[in-house]
């Protein structure tokens, strides 16, 4: 038999906290949390699906952006659009900001995000917002009048590099000031602008967002990182992160409830990125695991690289996922993947005693020869965010709260057990055979009936034994 057990971190004790800001009330977040990205899904259609979102199990439901917006193709509602498509639009116009206002063409209002916030209150799920400071659009002459005026003309929004392309991603200088794939550099240390994005961001909070997620946040500079010609010339610092997360004020101006607020960034994994300095900020996504796991996903059986987090931050700091939107739409990297082949990573990361797992929610009607399926934005994603299995191991999550973990591979390692003490185990079948295993496990001796599937399983003598179908799991306490 094959086992990896894998070192413990000391779980988070939930706790309340008081809110900043009259009339709202705030939640430390906890290492059991599971998110999920409901991706191009608009403010009412979220909004409606709240009860749904929370009896499957979901503590935070992430929103795409919602600031205003790149209006692209007339504001056509497509996901994404070919050339001869006779109905446009692409999905990214949102990652493409006008102002940094709430509401825009693409998902919704202000007041659809106040009513979907309101609606997420009444069911217990904490709203997180997608949000991007370090850029504006690919068209700079798009951006609003009001922008512009808060940071004195639009000469003052962007970096002195913020017009020169990058074309080395791993040089700090050029990675943080200069522009990425046609959007426009914003210089995110200039105290006007900070001042004026801390006003949305706190606009936000009030409305009823518990936490962020920083878009392309490797791309803005840290204290130790060279400093912009414009910001040098100013006598100003790489502080932005400082702002943002509450550790400094901005002419006056504090980051609302910065102790209850749920705040990660999209670090991508490079040569060259600064992750323990950035996890002195904020969590981050653990985009390398992501992807060795979709190698073992994609081989059938478990691989010895999952023993590591391929990451230096402390696991208890890291986002998790099978599958990005970028790596869903981008390059397509995952998008071939079967649901099933997502499903089973989803309830390995789920199981798991760290990272905090978010579930990306494919487009309705998508298939491995379609990827757009339904092709439209604002509507709600496919079925599989509450999956039987999928809602077996949120659940799953938080009864294991605090519960040590232990990874058991059968000898040909295509069933992997997470053990999570002695209080549960899940299964999960990474193949595309059915597999009859007899594997260590820590549970007591007994019969146990899986909740999803009615499988019996029989622990006799510290071993597990039982049949498990093709890419499948079953949860058992």
Same mark, same amino acid.
């Given at each position: 038999?094959?086992?990896?057990?894998?070192?413990?971190?000391?779980?988070?004790?939930?706790?309340?906290?008081?809110?900043?800001?009259?009339?709202?009330?705030?939640?430390?977040?906890?290492?059991?949390? *599971?998110?999920?990205?409901?991706?191009?899904?608009?403010?009412?259609?979220?909004?409606?699906?709240?009860?749904?979102?929370?009896?499957?199990?979901?503590?935070?439901?992430?929103?795409?952006?919602?600031?205003?917006?790149?209006?692209?193709?007339?504001?056509?509602?497509?996901?994404?659009?070919?050339?001869?498509?006779?109905?446009?639009?692409?999905?990214?116009?949102?990652? #493409?900001?006008?102002?940094?206002?709430?509401?825009?063409?693409? @998902?919704?209002?202000?007041? +659809?995000?106040?009513?979907?916030?309101?609606?997420? /209150?009444? /069911?217990?799920?904490? $709203?997180? $917002?997608?949000?991007?400071?370090?850029?504006?659009?690919?068209?700079?002459?798009? *951006?609003?009048?009001?922008?512009?005026?808060?940071?004195?003309?639009?000469?003052? %929004?962007?970096?002195?590099?913020?017009?020169?392309?990058?074309?080395?991603? &791993?040089?700090? =200088?050029?990675?943080?000031?200069?522009?990425?794939?046609?959007?426009?550099?914003?210089?995110?240390?200039?105290?006007?602008?900070?001042?004026? !994005?801390?006003?949305?961001?706190?606009?936000?909070?009030?409305?009823?967002?518990?936490?962020?997620?920083?878009?392309?946040?490797?791309?803005?500079? =840290?204290?130790?990182?060279? @400093?912009?010609?414009?910001?040098?010339?100013?006598?100003?610092?790489?502080?932005?992160? +400082?702002?943002?997360?509450?550790?400094?004020?901005?002419?006056?101006?504090? =980051? =609302?409830?910065?102790?209850?607020?749920?705040?990660?960034?999209? $670090?991508?994994?490079?040569?060259?990125?600064?992750?323990?300095?950035?996890?002195? /900020?904020?969590?981050?996504?653990?985009?390398? /695991?992501?992807?060795?796991?979709? #190698?073992? %996903?994609?081989?059938?059986?478990?691989?010895?690289?999952?023993?590591?987090?391929?990451?230096?931050?402390?696991?208890? #700091?890291?986002?998790?996922?099978?599958?990005?939107?970028?790596?869903?739409?981008?390059?397509?990297?995952?998008?071939?993947?079967?649901?099933?082949?997502?499903?089973?990573?989803?309830?390995?990361?789920?199981?798991?005693?760290?990272?905090?797992?978010?579930?990306?929610?494919?487009?309705?009607?998508?298939?491995?020869?379609? !990827?757009?399926?339904?092709?439209?934005?604002?509507?709600?994603?496919?079925?599989?965010?509450?999956?039987?299995?999928?809602?077996?191991? &949120?659940?799953?999550?938080?009864?294991?709260?605090? #519960?040590?973990?232990?990874?058991?591979?059968?000898?040909?390692?295509? $069933?992997?057990?997470?053990?999570?003490?002695?209080?549960?185990?899940?299964?999960?079948?990474?193949?595309?055979?059915?597999?009859?295993?007899?594997?260590?496990?820590?549970?007591?001796?007994?019969?146990?009936?899986?909740?999803?599937?009615?499988?019996?399983?029989?622990?006799?003598?510290?071993?597990?034994?039982?049949?498990?179908?093709? %890419?499948?799991? !079953?949860?058992?306490?």
């Amino acid at each position: 038999m094959n086992i990896k057990t894998f070192g413990l971190c000391a779980a988070v004790v939930a706790s309340s906290a008081t809110a900043l800001c009259a009339g709202t009330r705030g939640t430390v977040p906890t290492q059991d949390e *599971v998110i999920l990205h409901a991706w191009s899904w608009s403010l009412d259609t979220i909004a409606a699906n709240m009860k749904l979102i929370a009896e499957a199990g979901y503590d935070f439901v992430q929103t795409s952006p919602v600031q205003a917006c790149y209006v692209g193709e007339g504001g056509g509602p497509a996901l994404f659009s070919g050339e001869n498509d006779e109905v446009k639009g692409k999905w990214y116009y949102y990652y #493409q900001p006008t102002d940094w206002t709430i509401g825009n063409y693409m @998902l919704g209002t202000r007041d +659809d995000f106040k009513a979907m916030c309101d609606s997420a /209150y009444k /069911y217990g799920v904490r $709203v997180l $917002v997608d949000v991007l400071p370090n850029h504006t659009a690919i068209d700079d002459s798009a *951006v609003l009048p009001g922008l512009d005026n808060a940071v004195g003309g639009h000469e003052n %929004l962007f970096h002195a590099n913020g017009f020169t392309p990058i074309t080395d991603y &791993n040089d700090r =200088l050029q990675c943080t000031t200069g522009e990425m794939g046609g959007l426009k550099d914003v210089n995110t240390e200039n105290p006007d602008f900070q001042y004026y !994005y801390l006003q949305y961001v706190n606009d936000l909070i009030n409305l009823g967002a518990r936490g962020f997620r920083y878009d392309t946040a490797k791309h803005i500079g =840290l204290p130790s990182d060279p @400093l912009d010609p414009k910001v040098e010339a100013n006598g100003w610092t790489n502080n932005f992160w +400082d702002i943002a997360t509450g550790r400094e004020a901005v002419k006056g101006l504090s =980051l =609302l409830m910065p102790d209850s607020l749920f705040i990660y960034g999209e $670090v991508l994994q490079d040569r060259n990125v600064k992750e323990n300095e950035y996890a002195e /900020y904020m969590d981050l996504t653990a985009s390398s /695991y992501g992807h060795v796991l979709r #190698q073992a %996903l994609e081989s059938g059986k478990f691989s010895d690289d999952l023993s590591d987090w391929h990451h230096p931050a402390d696991p208890s #700091q890291l986002v998790t996922w099978v599958e990005s939107h970028d790596t869903y739409c981008n390059a397509h990297e995952s998008a071939g993947m079967s649901d099933d082949l997502v499903r089973a990573g989803w309830v390995f990361l789920t199981a798991r005693q760290n990272g905090r797992p978010l579930f990306f929610s494919r487009p309705a009607g998508s298939t491995r020869e379609n !990827y757009w399926g339904n092709n439209r934005i604002g509507a709600r994603g496919n079925d599989e965010f509450f999956h039987p299995e999928v809602i077996a191991a &949120n659940r799953f999550r938080k009864d294991m709260s605090g #519960q040590p973990e232990h990874i058991f591979t059968s000898k040909d390692a295509k $069933v992997v057990e997470i053990a999570r003490g002695s209080k549960g185990a899940a299964l999960i079948n990474f193949s595309d055979k059915e597999q009859k295993v007899k594997m260590e496990t820590t549970l007591p001796a007994g019969k146990y009936t899986d909740g999803v599937h009615g499988s019996e399983f029989t622990v006799r003598n510290g071993f597990l034994e039982g049949r498990l179908a093709p %890419l499948s799991s !079953y949860v058992l306490k």
